[in-house]
């Protein structure tokens, strides 16, 4: 628990009223693209005075940043008036007041936001800060969540870093990509990271979230189905699932390693999380099954525990005594069903998690966000008859339910083509296909393509345009995206058997005598359940932001002037 002190200084920080932030794109450093996700957090933290280049205008986003500097890119990041009083001194054996680190370092100390390395053999005051080390994402959370003054949850025998980490999803400031707790940050990771809370703060989080996936000027109004739990980025501890791509497996019915899925409402989904059962010396049945999700998921009807192969492990219900905080995020199986399951001993056993949605009769319903936190088993073996307790915490993969979904995306033009001006010249077609269920198949409401070009290409009543209608297209202030939105009356409903046709087209003026101009669009990112994708849809009952499947979606035409 913070000391007073600690809480009075951190609460100088974040003022009750709060305060707004610059996100609009930038063109500060020659070695951040404009199309990458951490340019947002790179831009913002550059405006805020909190990072800057390594010469000739580069930031090296790709580079390691260690303790030191992650202290003081975060402390930095507020305004001026909320810092914490930045003071050299000796305040740890290895942070003297001659560092260029120490003021932020023992700020932070001051503040309660760090503590240096626990050492249960030394005594605290002799404790290191290890400034030079990388900092990792476990580590990176707890010092932004105590450094925003976020309510840390009590977690009973979870990875140390994990009650950090559920404070930071509860608010939707963690990284919205997979990554593990031990992961070192790079410098654009951590200045995306870092972005984030500090948006959060400003209540532009949205807006954030939006110009991550390069898209500006758009309220955050518009954007209020994003999940208030954001984060594909499912953290984990040493037990990590996700080493699971690196094991083999037996033929599988599901997609392994497990991805973000929409979870079709009165359906059983593909694999919500899968984990490796290590092997063992003697074959070994499931006598308990226990899974725990981040949140109460209110869809579910119930949880399956099976084989890669499909095999039934176990089935598990929601647990109803309230003995336990989480108890409606729990799902138990008091024992195998059907009968006994034997894992086979000398092999690991790749095993997944089910989940079954309620129908809407049965108060099923959209936009549920499914997320597993941790399985554990309880194993007996055949023979000597041990008790083998096993747990995984991921990561594992965020889902949504819905009524409907995009099955795919594809570019159905040649992939190169003659560019020439005039009016209403095609840039790219796509086809579009999907499914749904009672009756809801998925209908568009907004694309955002990527745009390249080359020369002085100029561009100018962009359509996008079906058998069913036309809808007008607007470019960006910097030229590299083109976003058609109140897509309706132009996308209709459509499903495999009547996939959507889509036609992007524009007047081309090229500059004359010159040559080597070109024009390039695609549909560059999925998304996922907290990131914005190219692609919004609604099943009718809500509004989704990704799509199911790798990036790109969709690549058109490379049209190139002879």
């Not at 003026?509 to 560059?524: D, E, H, K, M, Y």
């Amino acid at each position: 628990m913070r000391t007073s002190h600690s809480l009075l200084a951190i609460s100088l920080l974040i003022p009750a009223v709060a305060f707004a932030v610059d996100i609009a794109p930038a063109d500060f450093y020659t070695d951040v693209r404009s199309s990458s996700s951490d340019a947002a957090g790179i831009n913002l933290l550059t405006r805020a005075g909190a990072v800057q280049g390594i010469g000739e205008r580069r930031f090296a986003p790709s580079r390691p940043v260690n303790r030191a500097e992650f202290l003081k890119m975060a402390m930095l990041s507020l305004p001026e008036d909320q810092r914490l009083d930045l003071t050299a001194r000796d305040c740890f054996p290895d942070v003297r007041n001659t560092d260029w680190f120490s003021p932020y370092v023992c700020a932070a100390k001051d503040a309660g936001i760090v503590s240096g390395h626990a050492d249960p053999d030394t005594p605290q005051d002799e404790w290191l800060f290890d400034p030079g080390s990388t900092v990792a994402y476990d580590a990176a959370l707890k010092i932004l969540t105590r450094l925003f003054d976020y309510e840390i949850p009590v977690m009973v025998s979870a990875d140390w870093g994990e009650p950090y980490y559920q404070a930071a999803t509860s608010r939707g400031t963690d990284l919205p990509v997979t990554i593990s707790f031990g992961t070192p940050l790079a410098r654009g990771k951590a200045a995306r990271l870092i972005g984030g809370f500090l948006a959060e703060s400003a209540g532009q989080l949205d807006e954030y979230r939006l110009a991550e996936a390069g898209q500006f000027h758009v309220s955050s109004s518009s954007s209020s189905s994003i999940p208030s739990s954001s984060s594909a980025s499912s953290a984990s501890s040493a037990s990590s699932a996700s080493s699971v791509s690196s094991a083999s497996s037996v033929s599988s019915l599901f997609t392994l390693p497990s991805v973000s899925h929409f979870l079709l409402v009165g359906d059983s989904s593909d694999a919500i999380a899968d984990f490796i059962v290590p092997s063992r010396a003697e074959s070994a049945e499931v006598s308990l099954a226990r899974v725990t999700l981040t949140r109460e998921a209110r869809a579910i009807d119930r949880l399956e525990l099976r084989t890669a192969g499909g095999d039934l492990v176990a089935t598990l219900r929601q647990r109803t005594t309230n003995d336990i905080a989480e108890y409606k995020q729990i799902y138990d199986s008091p024992s195998a069903t059907p009968g006994t399951f034997v894992l086979p001993a000398a092999s690991p056993s790749h095993l997944v998690i089910v989940a079954v949605i309620r129908t809407t009769a049965n108060n099923g319903f959209a936009e549920d966000l499914v997320q597993v936190r941790s399985v554990t088993m309880t194993l007996r073996t055949i023979v000597t008859n041990q008790s083998v307790n096993l747990a995984f915490s991921g990561p594992f993969p965020k889902h949504q339910t819905s009524l409907a979904k995009i099955l795919t995306v594809q570019a159905i033009s040649p992939v190169s083509g003659v560019l020439e001006s005039g009016t209403g010249k095609v840039l790219g077609r796509f086809l579009v296909n999907g499914s749904g269920v009672e009756g809801r198949p998925p209908t568009l409401t907004q694309m955002v393509f990527s745009l390249r070009r080359t020369g002085q290409v100029a561009l100018s009543s962009v359509q996008l345009s079906s058998p069913k209608g036309i809808s007008s297209c607007t470019v960006s202030s910097v030229g590299d995206t083109i976003s058609c939105t109140g897509l309706q009356n132009v996308s209709g409903a459509f499903t495999i058997t009547t996939p959507l046709e889509l036609t992007v087209s524009a007047d081309v003026q090229l500059p004359s005598g010159t040559g080597g101009n070109s024009v390039f669009i695609a549909l560059p990112d999925a998304g996922s359940p907290e990131s914005l994708g190219s692609i919004q849809w609604t099943d009718a009952s809500a509004e989704y932001r990704w799509v199911e499947g790798p990036s790109p979606l969709g690549v058109g035409i490379d049209l190139r002037q002879p």
